[in-house]
């Protein structure tokens, strides 16, 4: 029997499923509805439907998992019982947060309100100790007072216990004594050292990726165990279960129990990686993604290809500072509800329908009118054709709940109000896109967009239009690409050390130490997960900053041990990544070093797509009838030919307007453009010439 790898991206609607198989190179997919209840259960469900094909449970060879569990108990604030451990006179630090309030509509917020403590003061106890800003003990630690505190969270009951205590960064003698005394007293709890998961600079992002972390683990270490006892008990036995991280990057079940907050954008960076292989087929590398799925749409940007990595994330105005794909989300999905305001206005968003009860269309008694609701309504989607037909669309329910809540109000047509829901839905992604691009310094005419997601096909190719973006790519499985994702991606793990120190001052002996500790603990770490020396690469980088900066960028480094040559490039680096990001660069000012990182990386075989073979199908074979849509006042109402998806081939050109179907999307090409299928029947959509 073949071996097959099985891919799942779990959504707030669907969960998407691709299975590869390695004898053949072939790939199959599938999406069934996702159970928020218990989000294991629809895992479950998409491996039976393979399983129900005759493939048996031992024969699946590798198993990779994109997951919302850890990010939607952070989001619905659902998480562990949390204490939290901070040197004496210093539990102000997580109250006080952030100075700013942040960017962009926060700024004039007379109602703005921080986010909740997820560790609150009642379960925050003080540490009697002091480590100094060189990482010299100035105070031991007390340890008959930290027994007492570590006894005071016991008896509160709580279910897990972040520690940050000050520079613990540079010393971390103190977090890990009360890990000793913590499995000696209270081995049941869950356990986040901040030495652990952060050993950086800056208090406050420290300790908020630390809490984050001790928050949602016990949810994500049940969740894996559940799903993992589970997969055994339907025979699957292959050891490879992995999950993905927001770096990239996947990672071992075991080692995502222990760093759960590395998962957090699990799922969209899946849809990452997946474009950045499918972009590199096609000869492109500046793309910018864009996926839109039921809840979000999630964008990122790929320059010369190359990801943009951020350490400065922000998960509902929580700082997580661990390195993560640089993606600008945004509530733009199929499920995203519109309604009349308290002002008569109409409003889209910010939540969603999600799954259950989910669109009015689905006829699962949703009530809310939801951008799916809309599409349906424009004609853009086929009601007998949702899903390849497994989901029947009641329009005529849609059509008079639109009619009854948002056109009559308005003074609309139901065309009108539907085609009005669409458009500021648009303009709130199209702010998306231009969040990572244009507003960074790139100029948005150099990239490609690339759209998938079960609804990003839909709205791109309008989206492309208003933006000027030139060129748009839709994989061949949209629907699913954020899976596919997941069969592209390797094991990838961050480390890092900050050493806070000018580079014209800087020992280099120092240095080439801490990165030495660095690639001993990585390669060891790889070592363990079962990877030999010849699948290990390793990555080393360097913060940098101008002197008195209060942020700083990360530099690609040569491989250590360094040598002062390589200082001069690194500042050279610097100060052209430094103009890019800001538009100037200062090449007389003094360069600080804040940190030094070391990405490691285990080489798993990918999944790799193969370039279709033409049949000679001619191009008016795969049309399969027209609807008529509605575009919007000018032009209006256009009947369209409808097209398959799947019988369409390599060279073959399709002029707007046009619709074409598959299982897991709809594609609209507009008047103004035409689509032509690549050698990997991707569909390049540009404008007319």
């Known amino acids: 029997m073949a071996k097959y790898r099985v891919a799942v991206d779990t959504g707030g609607t669907f969960s998407d499923f691709v299975f590869f198989n390695e004898e053949r190179g072939e790939i199959t997919i599938t999406k069934v509805p996702s159970t928020p209840k218990q989000p294991f259960q629809a895992v479950l469900n998409g491996i039976s439907e393979l399983l129900e094909k005759g493939v048996e449970a031992k024969d699946i060879s590798f198993f990779s998992h994109g997951t919302t569990v850890g990010t939607n108990t952070l989001l619905e604030e659902k998480g562990a019982r949390t204490g939290l451990l901070v040197t004496e006179g210093f539990r102000g630090i997580y109250e006080v947060m952030e100075q700013s309030r942040g960017y ?15 560790a609150t003061p009642y379960y925050t106890e003080e540490i009697p100790e002091r480590i100094d800003f060189r990482g010299a003990v100035l105070r031991p630690m007390d340890i008959e007072s930290s027994l007492q505190a570590i006894r005071n969270l016991k008896t509160k009951k709580v279910e897990s216990v972040a520690v940050c205590l000050l520079f613990s960064f540079l010393n971390q003698d103190h977090e890990l004594k009360i890990k000793e005394i913590v499995k000696e007293e209270f081995p049941e709890v869950n356990l986040s050292l901040s030495c652990e998961i952060l ?13 984050i972390n001790a928050y949602i683990a016990p949810t994500m270490s049940r969740y894996l165990g559940n799903l993992e006892e589970k997969l ?12 993905m991280q927001s770096n990239g990057g996947v990672s071992t079940f075991q080692t995502a129990r222990k760093v759960p907050v590395a998962t957090v954008l699990s799922g969209p960076a899946g849809g990452v990686i997946a474009s950045l292989c499918i972009s590199q087929g096609a000869g492109i590398k500046n793309i910018i993604t864009f996926d839109m799925g039921g809840t979000s749409c999630d964008v990122a940007l790929i320059h010369e290809g190359t990801p943009v990595i951020t350490t400065q994330g922000k998960i509902n105005q929580r700082p997580i500072s661990l390195p993560m794909l640089d993606i600008h989300t945004v509530s733009a999905g199929g499920g995203t509800i519109a309604r009349i305001d308290s002002v008569g206005a109409l409003q ?14 689905y006829d699962y008694n949703g009530e809310e009118v939801t951008i799916t609701d809309a599409n349906v309504i424009l004609g853009v989607l086929n009601p007998d054709h949702f899903l390849g037909g497994r989901l029947k669309l009641n329009k005529t329910k849609a059509e008079r709940l639109v009619e009854e809540k948002i056109a009559r109000p308005l003074d609309l047509s139901l065309q009108e109000a539907a085609e009005g829901i669409l458009k500021i839905i648009n303009a709130k992604m199209e702010e998306a896109i231009k969040a990572v691009s244009s507003q960074r310094g790139y100029d948005i005419r150099d990239f490609t967009l690339v759209a998938f997601g079960g609804a990003g096909p839909m709205h791109a190719g309008r989206i492309a239009l208003d933006l000027g973006i030139p060129s748009l790519l839709i994989p061949w499985t949209p629907g699913v690409t954020s899976a596919l994702g997941l069969l592209m991606s390797d094991v990838k793990h961050d480390y890092v050390r900050s050493k806070l120190v000018s580079l014209g001052e800087l020992d280099l002996d120092e240095i080439n130490g801490l990165f030495a500790q660095l690639t001993a603990q990585a390669n060891s770490d790889l070592r363990s997960e079962g990877f030999v020396d010849s699948e290990i690469v390793l990555h080393p980088f360097l913060d940098l900053r101008y002197a008195g900066q209060g942020y700083e960028l990360t530099v690609p480094s040569p491989m250590p041990p360094l040598k ?20 100037h660069k200062a090449e007389s000012e003094p360069v600080e070093l804040v940190s030094l990182r070391l990405i490691s990386v285990g080489m798993v075989p990918h999944a790799k797509l193969s370039p279709a073979t033409p049949t000679g199908r001619k191009v008016e074979e795969a049309r399969t009838g027209e609807r008529a849509i509605f575009f919007g006042r000018d032009p209006g109402i256009l009947n369209c030919p ?3 998806r799947d019988l369409l081939e390599p060279n073959h050109r399709i002029a707007g307007p046009a619709v074409i179907e598959q299982m897991d999307t709809t594609t609209v090409v507009h008047p103004e453009q035409e689509a032509t299928v690549d050698d990997y029947r991707n569909l390049m959509v540009k404008e007319k010439k």
């Open 642 to 644: 409808i097209y398959s």
């Open 104 to 118: 962009g509509p926060a700024t004039y917020n007379l109602f703005f309100e921080k986010p909740s403590l997820l």
């Open 348 to 361: 889209v968003g910010p939540d969603s329908a999600g799954a259950d009860p989910g669109p009015i269309c």
């Open 199 to 211: 050993p950086q600079i800056r208090e406050f992002y420290r300790m908020s990726t630390t809490v």
């Open 564 to 583: 002062p040559t390589d200082l001069d490039l690194m500042r050279h680096r610097f100060h052209n990544q430094h103009e890019q990001a800001h538009g």
């Open 232 to 243: 055994r008990k339907m025979g699957i036995t292959t050891p490879k279960l992995y999950i």
